[in-house]
């Protein structure tokens, strides 16, 4: 059985971090969360680490979070929420180990593009927080969004891509109507990358 760790903050509700807790208990995912590493005792997250009885860390400096992590010693780390800049040394320390979803279509190669389902050019959103990467989408007109469950990298929002996931822009859509559909895609996205990498 692989050991996670998961990092939240207050950026997020919490959601990828529920779903990552009920693959792990359902057997979807062959794995332990060995903890909740957040930097805010305020992230919305800790309400349903708590609900579960999983272990929880505060890591408030990211000077701290190699020292935590090595602790640990998670097989895997997955970023749900986490919005600390991830140091150097701790991609170092865990490399294609560390986790994170990224609110856009990152290319295989840096050079490289994406397609939509429809055929057209699907957005990187490289640089972009999700509320403002979601907007991008609506305001380049775009047919589909996503987002990309990738390996993190020293290559900003760049790594190797473990899985996307597609979602049908409707007219009207607002930040919040299309974010919440490609949410559920979004965290249905981060079990099954989970499940083919934690296989026994």
Not at 17 to 29: N, W
Not at 34 to 52: E, M, P, S
């Amino acid at each position: 059985m692989k050991r996670i760790a998961v990092l939240i903050s207050n950026i997020g509700t919490g959601t990828n971090l529920q779903a990552i807790i009920d693959g792990a208990k359902s057997g979807k995912i062959n794995a332990k969360i060995v903890a909740v590493v957040t930097d805010t005792q305020k992230a919305l997250g800790l309400t349903r680490a708590r609900k579960h009885h999983l272990p929880i860390k505060i890591c408030s400096k990211k000077e701290e979070l190699l020292l935590l992590l090595k602790k640990l010693n998670p097989d895997y780390i997955c970023l749900a929420g986490w919005k600390q800049i991830i140091l150097d040394e701790v991609i170092d320390a865990f490399p294609n180990r560390i986790l994170n979803t990224h609110p856009g279509l990152i290319p295989d190669k840096i050079a490289g593009q994406v397609k939509n389902p429809d055929g057209t050019i699907a957005l990187w959103n490289r640089g972009k927080m999700t509320g403002i990467a979601i907007q991008n989408f609506l305001d380049n007109h775009q047919t589909f969004a996503g987002c990309t469950n990738h390996f993190l990298s020293h290559e900003f929002d760049f790594g190797k891509v473990l899985g996307r996931c597609f979602e049908k822009i409707r007219v009207g859509d607002t930040i919040d109507s299309l974010y919440s559909r490609l949410k559920k895609k979004e965290n249905a996205l981060y079990v099954k990358v989970l499940q083919k990498l934690c296989k026994a």
